[in-house]
C-alpha cells in the first residue's frame, strides 16, 4: 500500500512538471473509447532522420527546396515547434523513444543496452499482433533481442544507408507482407543520412568504397550545395571550412529527404496512407558544435511532424507546447487504447494531436551523460563523463553543466577542423565557450536559440534562475535522477555555484561501470 501511495504521489508532481500523463490507464484496463481505437489497429510509420537540426527542413525556417517531402508531409500533419528529443546522440536518443523512459530510469545513460525489466514499444505492439521492422540503425537500439523485429537491417545490412530507392523496395515489400498476414505493422524506417560523412566530403571516398564492396551504392542528393550557398548555422561563425561543411551537410540533408519521399512513396503504392500512423523527427541535432551531442536548443530540438488522416488536422501547428521523446511511446500506445506501463516517465501528447489543450506543456528537461571519445558500446569510466541538465520553459533554458570547472574539456566531437580553425581566425571565445562551458547558462531560446547569449550575470534574470533552479531539483529528485543530485542541492540553497560547491560528489565517485557488449564505434553514432 505504501509503494502504491508513493507511486500515485510521485505521478501527481510529475503531472505538475508536464512529465507523465494526466490520466494514467491502469495495466490491463482500456477505455471505451480506447477499444473502439484498437479495434481498428491502425499501422505506424516512424520515419527518422539521422542528425538532422531542427531548423534544416523547409516547413522550419530552413531552405524552400532542401526538404520538399518533409515540408509535403507536415502539409499533411501537425508541425511542432517544441519538440526535444531526450538525449541528443543517437542510440540513447532512439532508446528513449522506445521506452518512454528517462535513460537512468531504463538501465543506460550511454550506448549501453535497455535493462530487461523495461517495457519497449515494439514487444507491445507484438503482443497486440503487429508485425514489426527496423529498417536502418537497428544496431543502435540493444538489446536487439528484446524488440522482437520480424525484419531488420543495421547500416552493413542496408550496405551504406545511402540509397532512397532501396529503402523503399525495403518498405513495400515488408509491408506488402503484412497485408499478406493480415496484420497491422509498425515500420521504424531510420535513415542513414546526414550522418557524417557527408555527401562530397574527403572521408565519404574510403567509407562509399567500403560499401561498394559489399554491392552498395549511393545515390547522389536531389540537390547538391556548394559553399555559397551553405545557409548561416547561427550558432557558429561562417569561417570557410564552416560554410564547406555545412554545404556537405546541406546537399546530405537532400539525400535524407529523397529518402523520406520513397518511405512515403511506399506507403502510397500500398494503399495505406489513410490508415496509417506517422511520426517524423530527428534523433538529434546536427553533427556540429553546439548542436548534437548537448543540450543547446540546435542539440536536442528536433523537426517532429504527425500525419494521422482523419485524426490529426493537415497543416496544423503546436507551436507552444513542448513535448520530449519520451513522450512518443504513451503517444502511440494512447492512440491505439492500450495501457501505459507503469514507471513510464513520457506522457502521451495526443490530445494535442486532435487538436485540444493540454495542461502541463509548459516545460520540459533534457539530458547528457558522456561525449567522445569514449563511446560505442562502452560505458566509460564516470570521471570523464560530462554531465549536463537542461530544463526548457517558456521559451528560455536553464543549463547546468555538472563537469565544467575551467579545467576539463568537451570534446572533440566539436570537430577539430571547425574548432582549430575557429582559434586560428579569432573567435577564440566561443571555441573554449565550446570547450570549457561554464557551471550555469541561461539563454532567451525563443530569441536566441543559437545560444550566443548567456544571461546568468543579468540581474534581473536572479529571480527567474533561482525558480528554475528549483524546478530542475524537483525534477531531479521525481525521477530519481541522483547523479547530480548531491551538488545540486546545494547550487540551489546557496542560489549559484560557489567555491563550496561539491562538485561531482554524486557519479565522479560512484564505481565505473564495466564494458557492454557491443563493437566499439568509429562512424556510427
Not at 505538475?16 to 490520466?23: F, M, R, S, T, W
Not at 542528425?51 to 532542401?66: R, S, W
Not at 543495421?154 to 551504406?160: I, P, V
Not at 493540454?358 to 569514449?374: E, K
Request: with cysteine; aromatic share 8%.
Amino acid at each position: 500500500m505504501a509503494n502504491g501511495m508513493k507511486e500515485i504521489q510521485r505521478r501527481e508532481f510529475l503531472k505538475q512538471l508536464g512529465i507523465v500523463g494526466a490520466a494514467f490507464v491502469a495495466a490491463g484496463l482500456l477505455s471505451v473509447a480506447g477499444a473502439l481505437a484498437a479495434a481498428t489497429q491502425p499501422n505506424i510509420l516512424l520515419i527518422t532522420v539521422d542528425d538532422m537540426n531542427f531548423d534544416t527542413p523547409g516547413c522550419f525556417g530552413g531552405p524552400a527546396d532542401l526538404t520538399p517531402n518533409i515540408d509535403r508531409l507536415a502539409s499533411e500533419g501537425m508541425r511542432f515547434e517544441r519538440a526535444h528529443v531526450t538525449l541528443a546522440i543517437c542510440q540513447p536518443s532512439r532508446q528513449c523513444l522506445m521506452t518512454g523512459r528517462y535513460p537512468h530510469n531504463a538501465g543506460f545513460r550511454w550506448f549501453e543496452p535497455v535493462s530487461a525489466e523495461t517495457p519497449v514499444l515494439p514487444e507491445i505492439l507484438k503482443e497486440q499482433g503487429y508485425l514489426n521492422a527496423c529498417f536502418g540503425k537497428a544496431n543502435h537500439i540493444q538489446p536487439e533481442a528484446r524488440y522482437q523485429w520480424d525484419e531488420r537491417f543495421n547500416q552493413y545490412e542496408l550496405r551504406g544507408g545511402r540509397n532512397p530507392a532501396h529503402y523503399r523496395e525495403l518498405c513495400k515489400a515488408f509491408i506488402q507482407r503484412a497485408e499478406s498476414a493480415g496484420k497491422p505493422f509498425f515500420l521504424m524506417a531510420n535513415s542513414h543520412d546526414p550522418h557524417r560523412p557527408f555527401h562530397g566530403a574527403d572521408d565519404e571516398v574510403p567509407y562509399k568504397a567500403n560499401f561498394e564492396k559489399l554491392g552498395g551504392t549511393f545515390a547522389t542528393p536531389s540537390k547538391v550545395y556548394s559553399a555559397d550557398e551553405a545557409i548561416d548555422v547561427g550558432f557558429l561563425p561562417p569561417t570557410p571550412e564552416v560554410k564547406k561543411q555545412v554545404a556537405q551537410y546541406m546537399s546530405t540533408c537532400s539525400r535524407a529527404d529523397d529518402t523520406v519521399g520513397e518511405i512515403l512513396r511506399a506507403l502510397d503504392e500500398t494503399g495505406h496512407r489513410d490508415d496509417t500512423l506517422v511520426i517524423f523527427l530527428s534523433d538529434n541535432g546536427s553533427p556540429f558544435p553546439f548542436a548534437k551531442g548537448n543540450v543547446y536548443v540546435n542539440g536536442t530540438r528536433t523537426p517532429l511532424i504527425v500525419s494521422w488522416p482523419g485524426r490529426v488536422a493537415a497543416g496544423s501547428l503546436e507551436a507552444d507546447d513542448y513535448v520530449n521523446g519520451i513522450d512518443l511511446m504513451p503517444t502511440v500506445l494512447e492512440a491505439l487504447g492500450l495501457p501505459i506501463p507503469e514507471g513510464t516517465d513520457g506522457r502521451s501528447f495526443l490530445p494535442l494531436l486532435e487538436g485540444k489543450e493540454q495542461d502541463g506543456r509548459d516545460s520540459t528537461v533534457t539530458t547528457f551523460y558522456n561525449v567522445y571519445p569514449v563511446a560505442g558500446g562502452h560505458r566509460p569510466d564516470l570521471s570523464r563523463w560530462h554531465q549536463m541538465r537542461c530544463l526548457h520553459q517558456n521559451g528560455t533554458a536553464y543549463i547546468y553543466n555538472g563537469w565544467s570547472d575551467g579545467e576539463m574539456q568537451f570534446g572533440p566531437l566539436g570537430i577539430p577542423e571547425i574548432l582549430n580553425e575557429m582559434k586560428q581566425l579569432g573567435h577564440t571565445e566561443r571555441h573554449d565557450m565550446f570547450r570549457f562551458r561554464c557551471p550555469e547558462e541561461l539563454y532567451r531560446t525563443s530569441t536566441d536559440p543559437d545560444a550566443l547569449n548567456n544571461l546568468m550575470d543579468h540581474p534581473e534574470r536572479k529571480a527567474q534562475t533561482q525558480q528554475m533552479r528549483k524546478k530542475l531539483l524537483a525534477w531531479m529528485e521525481a525521477v530519481n535522477d541522483t547523479d547530480l543530485l548531491p551538488e545540486f542541492k546545494v547550487v540551489v540553497r546557496d542560489g549559484g555555484v560557489t567555491e563550496q560547491t561539491p562538485r561531482g560528489e554524486g557519479y565522479l565517485k560512484a564505481k565505473a561501470a564495466e564494458p557492454v557488449a557491443g563493437k566499439p564505434g568509429g562512424n556510427n553514432h
